[in-house]
């Protein structure tokens, strides 16, 4: 897979909104790309489930990518960037923010890569618009 950023998030409901675009439906869900300050803000945790080595297609990851804002990758100049393999045991937890640029590669010793990949967000979205999965967390 060559190397992208997470651009969009999921909504209930397709509502016309400034500054959201692109909107598609991905697994039943309907997903926009919302400015890029709520991506700036946003994180996801990816819980893994198998080991995740370089064989198996460990993510791939553009140190400090996500503080260059939204990018095309042909503007990130690859000599002066550089990449890491991020390798994680069974068990473990990888932090990441949408707008690091990331891929994998396939499986070359045919070995699972199971990841529960959860997506945070502490912002409210506008105009109507609702997150398609929502959990308030509170202090209790």
């Given at each position: 897979?060559?190397?992208?950023?997470?651009?969009?998030?999921?909504?209930?409901?397709?509502?016309?909104?400034?500054?959201?675009?692109n909107w598609t439906i991905k697994q039943?869900?309907?997903?926009?790309?919302?400015?890029?300050?709520?991506?700036?803000?946003?994180?996801?945790?990816?819980i893994h489930i198998d080991t995740t080595?370089?064989?198996?297609?460990?993510?791939?990851?553009?140190?400090?990518?996500?503080?260059?804002?939204?990018?095309?990758?042909?503007?990130?100049?690859?000599?002066?960037?550089?990449?890491?393999?991020?390798?994680?045991?069974?068990?473990?937890?990888?932090?990441?923010?949408?707008?690091?640029?990331?891929?994998?590669?396939?499986?070359?010793?045919?070995?699972?890569?199971?990841v529960i990949h959860i997506e945070f967000?502490?912002?409210?979205?506008?105009?109507?618009?609702?997150?398609?999965?929502?959990?308030?967390?509170?202090?209790?």
């Amino acid at each position: 897979m060559a190397y992208h950023q997470d651009l969009t998030i999921s909504v209930d409901t397709k509502i016309e909104v400034e500054n959201f675009e692109n909107w598609t439906i991905k697994q039943n869900q309907f997903a926009v790309q919302p400015p890029k300050e709520i991506l700036e803000d946003n994180f996801t945790v990816r819980i893994h489930i198998d080991t995740t080595t370089k064989e198996n297609g460990a993510l791939k990851v553009i140190n400090n990518s996500h503080s260059k804002g939204i990018l095309r990758i042909e503007k990130l100049n690859f000599e002066n960037e550089k990449e890491t393999i991020c390798e994680v045991e069974k068990g473990g937890i990888m932090i990441m923010k949408p707008l690091l640029f990331h891929a994998s590669k396939k499986t070359t010793n045919n070995e699972r890569r199971r990841v529960i990949h959860i997506e945070f967000s502490k912002q409210e979205l506008p105009s109507g618009l609702e997150w398609s999965e929502r959990k308030i967390l509170g202090n209790n």
